[in-house]
C-alpha cells in the first residue's frame, strides 16, 4: 500500500506565505506566482499571470536588474538579495526585497523570484519617515537634473527634465539601473562618484560636460534611521551661461593683458626713443638764445623760449614715463636696505626746492627692509617733492614722514601743510596722467603717484591718502618687514 503521507504538496507551503514568490522559464514566461504574487501584481488568476512574461511584467518585473541578474546566475554565480522598488497597479510604490534562484529540473533551468514587501514589518512611522526623507532629498534640488537612487542606483524617482536627457518618459525609468542607461563611458565615472558617496557618506561633488551643455551635480547621501546611506539623490544645475560667461571673461582678460602688454612695451620704447630728439630741441633752442640772442627779432626769441618750455616739458613727461614703464617686472630684485639712507639720498636730490622754499622736513627712525633701493627712493622722492609743491601759498612746507612697525608690515606716512585734497579725488589722483584742476599753478605730469603705486604694490604693500582741504594731505604706505 503506498504511503499516501508521503506525497505532500508542497505547493500548499508557498500558498500562505506573505512573500511573492513566481517561478518562469528562461523567456520570461511565467510558470508559476503564489497568491501573495497574484495579488501583488493585480492579477485575478494564475492562468492570467501565465500567459505573460516577467520581463514585461507591470508590477512584478523588474526589468534591467532581473536580467542582469540571471545571467549571473546562468554563470554559476551567486546573487545577492536586492532591494527595488516596485510600482503597484493602482501606481503606489512600494520597497520590495528580491531574491533571485535557479531551479536546476533537470531539463531546464528555470528562475525562482521572491519579493519580500519591505514595508511589511516596519511601522508605519518608519515607512513615513523614510518617505519624508526620500521625497525632501527630491525636492531639496530644484535642479535641471534631478534624480533618487536606491543605494545600488536604481532609479527611484526622476525629474522630467532628466528623463527626457535619457529619452524616455518618467514612468519608464522607474525601477531600471541608472547605469545600464547611460554611455559605457560616463557610466563608469559616474558611478565612481556614487560609489563615493556611499562610501565617505559625504556629499560628492563634480563638473559634467555633456551634449553641449556644463552641470554641477551633487551627489547627497540619504541616510536610514540607522545612519546607512539607503539613497542617494544626484541634483545636477545647469551652470553652461556661467561657464560660458567665465571663458568670455577670461579671453577678455588675455586680450585685455596683451593690450596691456603691447602698450606697455610701446611707453617703454617711445620714452626711450624720444629723449634723444626732445634733448636735440631744448638744447638748439638754448643755443639759438644764447649764441644769436641779439639778433634775434624780440618776437622770435619769445617763439624760440616756448619752443623751450615746451621741450622742457615733454622731456619731464618722458622721462616719469620711462621711469614708470621701467617699474615692469612682477618679480623685484630686492635686498636689505637702510631707508634711512634712501630718504637721504632723496632729501639730497630734492636740496634745491628745499632750499628755495624753506620747507623743514622731520621723520621718526627709518627701519632696514627688503626693497628695491631706487625704486623706494623714488616714492619717498615723489612724495616729499609734492608735498613741497602743493604748499599754501606764503606758507612754508613743515613735512614729516613717520614709520610705525606692525605684524608683518610697516607703515609709513608723509604729512604735509599744504593746500589738501578733496575727498573725491582720494583715488583719482593715484591714476596714471590724474591731476587735479590747478596744472596751470602746478608744473608735473600726473605720473609721480601712479609711479609710487606701482612701486608700492609690486612690493606688496598699499598706498593711499587722507587729507583735510586747507590743511594738509598725509599719504600712507606699506610695505613688508621681512
Ligand atoms: P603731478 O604731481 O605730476 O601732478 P602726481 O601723480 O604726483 O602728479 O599727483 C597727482 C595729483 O595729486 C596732483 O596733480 C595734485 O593735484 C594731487 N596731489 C598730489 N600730492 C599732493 C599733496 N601733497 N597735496 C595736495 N595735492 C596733491
Known amino acids: 500500500m503506498p504511503h499516501q503521507e508521503e506525497t505532500i504538496d508542497f505547493r500548499a507551503l508557498v500558498e500562505y506565505i506573505p512573500d511573492a514568490i513566481i517561478v518562469h522559464d528562461l523567456e520570461g514566461k511565467i510558470l508559476y506566482a503564489n497568491p501573495a504574487a497574484l495579488s501583488l501584481a493585480g492579477e485575478s488568476s494564475l492562468e492570467d499571470a501565465m500567459k505573460r512574461s516577467?520581463?514585461?511584467?507591470?508590477?512584478?518585473?523588474?526589468?534591467?536588474?532581473?536580467?542582469?541578474?540571471?545571467?549571473?546566475?546562468?554563470?554559476?554565480?551567486?546573487?545577492?538579495?536586492?532591494i527595488a522598488p516596485l510600482f503597484l497597479v493602482h501606481g503606489e510604490r512600494i520597497d520590495v526585497e528580491v531574491t533571485i534562484g535557479l531551479l536546476n529540473t533537470g531539463t531546464r533551468p528555470l528562475i525562482w523570484v521572491i519579493l519580500r514587501d519591505m514595508t511589511l514589518g516596519k511601522s508605519?512611522?518608519?515607512?513615513?519617515?523614510?518617505?519624508?526623507?526620500?521625497e525632501r532629498a527630491l525636492i531639496n534640488t530644484p535642479a535641471e537634473i534631478a534624480v533618487l537612487l536606491d543605494d545600488h542606483g536604481v532609479i527611484l524617482n526622476i525629474n522630467d527634465n532628466y528623463a527626457k536627457i535619457l529619452g524616455?518618459?518618467?514612468?519608464?525609468?522607474?525601477?531600471?539601473?541608472?547605469?545600464?542607461?547611460?554611455?559605457?563611458?560616463?557610466?563608469?565615472?559616474?558611478?565612481?562618484?556614487?560609489?563615493?558617496?556611499?562610501r565617505l557618506k559625504q556629499t560628492v561633488r563634480y563638473e559634467e560636460y555633456r551634449d553641449n551643455r556644463w552641470y554641477d551635480c551633487l551627489v547627497n547621501p540619504v541616510f536610514s534611521k540607522e545612519g546607512r546611506v539607503f539613497r542617494v539623490a544626484i541634483a545636477g544645475h545647469d551652470i553652461t551661461q556661467r561657464k560660458l560667461a567665465e571663458k568670455q571673461l577670461r579671453e577678455s582678460f588675455n586680450t585685455l593683458k596683451k593690450s596691456n602688454e603691447d602698450l606697455e612695451l610701446f611707453a617703454h620704447v617711445a620714452a626711450h626713443d624720444l629723449q634723444e630728439p626732445i634733448r636735440t630741441i631744448v638744447v638748439y633752442s638754448q643755443m639759438l638764445l644764447a649764441e644769436h640772442g641779439d639778433k634775434i627779432p624780440p618776437r622770435a626769441e619769445k617763439y624760440l623760449k616756448n619752443i623751450e618750455h615746451a621741450g622742457l616739458r615733454m622731456h619731464h613727461l618722458v622721462s616719469d614715463l620711462r621711469k614708470y614703464s621701467d617699474v615692469r617686472a612682477r618679480e623685484i630684485p630686492r635686498e636689505q636696505t637702510d631707508l634711512e639712507g634712501v630718504l637721504g639720498f632723496a632729501l639730497k636730490n630734492l636740496q634745491t626746492a628745499i632750499q628755495e622754499t624753506g620747507a623743514s622736513i622731520t621723520h621718526d627712525p627709518l627701519p632696514t627692509l627688503p626693497v628695491h633701493r631706487i625704486q623706494i627712493v623714488q616714492v619717498f622722492q615723489n612724495l616729499i617733492e609734492n608735498a613741497i609743491k602743493f604748499r599754501k601759498k606764503g606758507v612754508s612746507p613743515v613735512i614729516h614722514i613717520s614709520a610705525v612697525p606692525g605684524d608683518d608690515m610697516w607703515q609709513f606716512a608723509v604729512e604735509d601743510n599744504g593746500i589738501g585734497i578733496q575727498h573725491q579725488y582720494y583715488e583719482k589722483i593715484f591714476v596714471l596722467f590724474e591731476r587735479l584742476d590747478h596744472r596751470d599753478d602746478y608744473f608735473g605730469t600726473g605720473l609721480g603717484l601712479a609711479?609710487?603705486?606701482?612701486?608700492?604694490?609690486?612690493?606688496?604693500?598699499?598706498?593711499?591718502?587722507?587729507?583735510?582741504?586747507?590743511?594738509?594731505?598725509?599719504?600712507?604706505f606699506t610695505l613688508p618687514a621681512g
Open 54 to 82: 516577467i520581463f514585461n511584467h507591470i508590477p512584478l518585473g523588474i526589468g534591467e536588474l532581473g536580467h542582469q541578474a540571471i545571467g549571473k546566475l546562468l554563470e554559476g554565480e551567486a546573487v545577492p538579495p536586492i
Open 168 to 198: 524616455r518618459s518618467p514612468q519608464d525609468l522607474l525601477g531600471a539601473s541608472l547605469w545600464n542607461l547611460l554611455p559605457p563611458d560616463i557610466s563608469v565615472y559616474r558611478r565612481n562618484y556614487f560609489d563615493q558617496a556611499l
Open 451 to 476: 609711479l609710487c603705486t606701482r612701486i608700492i604694490e609690486r612690493h606688496g604693500g598699499h598706498i593711499w591718502v587722507k587729507s583735510e582741504i586747507g590743511q594738509g594731505s598725509t599719504f600712507y
Open 124 to 134: 508605519a512611522e518608519d515607512i513615513i519617515r523614510e518617505r519624508v526623507e526620500t
